[in-house]
């Protein structure tokens, strides 16, 4: 068999590998949690944090709501009970009545406010919880199937890297050499394949002279152009 027969039998497995190990890499990162996953939990613990914030004013407004009905019950009952005789201190009081309904006014508003803000949290957080478990079950479904592709490739792989450690036994060293380094200058095609007499691979035709020797010796001969091995049929 021709070194460049032998070659281009050594360049297919090592583009079968090289495409699986490309493969694997991208299987194996989507067995980890993807970003996605990742942000949804970020958003939904952020969404908890906002939810306890927006409950914790919503209690303090409750709170603050009842000591302040509390001081009018107070006051108005003291106002009306017909004990306080003073004119000065029955204005006093009805001037402490009307302020606390104002303050009671202003209370109303920001409890309001407050209820709007605890309805938001917590339909931000149900919308978060939905997210991420949506997530959570088409990563989790992916997981069995990836997970036996991934076997699968190991395994191919490590068939592919035995055949291929056989093929370069049968190869000269230094065609192996050589191939090596045109295979790392040309992104993995070392060898090209010749069809009417040009190189498939960058088009160019091949002289008669360099198919004649080609032929007639077991030397590697190479594209003038892209300086590829050349396939001999």
């Known amino acids: ?109 920001k409890m309001l406010e407050a209820m709007i803000a605890l309805e938001d949290a917590e339909r931000a957080e149900k919308q978060a919880q939905e997210q991420l478990d949506q997530l959570q079950a088409e990563w989790q479904a992916n997981q069995s199937a990836l997970t036996e592709e991934r076997g699968k490739l190991e395994a191919d792989i490590t068939t592919l890297t035995d055949k291929r450690r056989q093929q370069m036994e049968r190869i000269a060293p230094e065609h192996v050499t050589a191939y090596q380094q045109l295979r790392h200058m040309h992104a993995g095609q070392a060898v090209a394949r010749i069809e009417e007499g040009t190189c498939l691979t960058c088009g160019v035709e091949i002289s008669d002279r360099v198919l004649v020797k080609a032929k007639l010796t077991d030397a590697l001969s190479f594209c003038t152009n892209c300086d590829r091995i050349l396939l001999v049929e």
């Open 1 to 109: 068999m021709h070194p460049s027969r032998q070659l281009y039998e050594l360049q297919a497995l090592d583009l079968e590998r090289d495409a699986k190990h490309r493969r694997l890499k991208v299987v194996i990162a989507s067995l980890n949690e993807p970003e996605a996953l990742r942000n949804a939990m970020t958003a939904l613990a952020s969404a908890h944090v906002q939810m306890a914030q927006a409950r914790a004013k919503h209690r303090n407004q409750e709170l603050e709501i009842q000591t302040l009905e509390a001081k009018i019950k107070s006051v108005e009952e003291r106002l009306y009970s017909g004990l306080v005789k003073s004119p000065k201190e029955l204005t006093d009081l009805q001037n402490d009545s009307a302020s606390l309904r104002r303050h009671h006014v202003t209370l109303d508003d």
